[in-house]
């Protein structure tokens, strides 16, 4: 194949992984500058892809595996496709879209049949960060070269982002720092617990941030108690924003704090403070899945972890980050 003319990258998972993957489009740019960038994802996860100016074209997961050959164009008019997330229903669709090049890992046994372009790669030893884990994917292309964490921090274009509703931005002081804690990870990641954040909040002058605790309205339900405490203290946004507008949110306030989530790394790569609080357990430490930014930092103790490595809710490794240290931070 001479230079693609359209290239689609996969990556149907949630919104800190596909942060993660955004980087791709933008080395593809770089390495063909008329190139067509499309991304596969979720629905959920489209308002996080359209900020991306280096992705021309959002692909809804449902759409590309009901199309049928004649039957959706836009589906099927790849020169190739990147499985950043392996999922066997994706590969097979791709081949019977006849997609020229497919590329994927050599270690799932489908890609054997489905992909035409398989390369080494092993995420579960490996030392890399997941967005330079990523990056081994372009080698089909000729880019091999390895990318810094640096590097990455600097490639997610994220310039095309929703402006703020109005009522959104009443909520912000001026004069302030505009803090957001978002305590909750919906289970996909240890978390430092309100308590800490409860002290934290206590720690923070309130004539110099404005903090706002952010959340789904579901786990806000699950704040509950704590949000009475302290109510006086901070804004509660939880349950009021869709994605879009929390993007926005992010972008017109200072920092975040939170735990390996998606709102810390959409943070990161908005070029806010961006704060992630992390267990030394692998995989789940920062060497894979710290933010990445020029204001992103990544909290971990020196510890083993091996006594709280099975049971999150008593992980006192992360518990063992203290919000003074936080505070300093911020």
């Known amino acids: ?22 980087p791709l489009a933008a ?13 596969l994802g979720r629905s959920y996860t489209k308002a996080v892809i359209e900020c991306c100016a280096a992705v021309d074209v959002f692909v809804d997961l449902n759409d590309f595996l009901q199309a049928e050959n004649g039957a959706n164009k836009e589906c099927q008019i790849w020169d190739a496709i990147i499985h950043v997330f392996p999922r066997a229903d994706i590969a097979r669709k791709a081949l019977q879209l006849r997609i020229p090049w497919r590329i994927g890992t050599r270690s799932r046994a489908y890609n054997w049949l489905y992909c035409n372009k398989r390369i080494v790669l092993s995420r579960k030893h490996s030392d ?48 302030k720092r505009h803090i957001i804690l978002h305590p909750k990870s919906q289970g996909s990641a240890r978390e430092w617990g309100l ?15 404005q903090v706002f605790i952010s959340g789904t309205k579901a786990e806000g339900e699950l704040m509950r108690d704590f949000l009475l405490r302290v109510k006086h203290l901070v804004t509660d946004i939880t349950g009021l924003m869709d994605l879009s507008q929390f993007i926005a949110f992010i972008h017109a ?11 810390l790394h ?32 990544a909290l971990v103790l020196p510890d083993s972890c091996t ?13 063992g980050i203290s919000p003074e240290t936080v505070a300093a931070l911020l």
């Open 307 to 319: 006594a709280c490595r099975a049971d999150a809710s008593t992980c006192s490794c992360i518990q």
């Open 27 to 39: 080395i593809l740019k770089q390495r063909f500058p008329n190139v067509v960038i499309g991304f």
């Open 266 to 297: 959409l943070a990161a790569a908005l070029g806010r403070k961006a704060i992630g609080i992390y267990p030394p357990i692998r995989p789940m430490h920062p060497g894979r899945w710290a933010p990445l930014g020029p204001l992103a930092v």
């Open 1 to 22: 194949m001479n230079a693609p003319k359209r290239i689609l990258i996969s990556r149907c998972d949630a919104i800190g992984d596909v942060v993660l993957t955004l």
């Open 253 to 263: 306030a200072d920092a975040l704090v939170a735990a390996s989530t998606g709102p």
């Open 195 to 209: 308590e800490h954040f409860e002290a934290l909040i206590k720690l923070l002058p309130q004539e110099q941030y």
């Open 128 to 175: 890399l960060h997941e967005a330079q884990l990523n990056t081994k994917l372009l080698a089909p292309f000729g880019i091999q070269q390895g990318f810094s964490k640096e590097q990455l921090g600097a490639l997610f274009a994220f310039t095309a982002i929703p402006e703020l509703a109005r009522q959104f931005r009443a909520l912000l002081s001026p004069g």
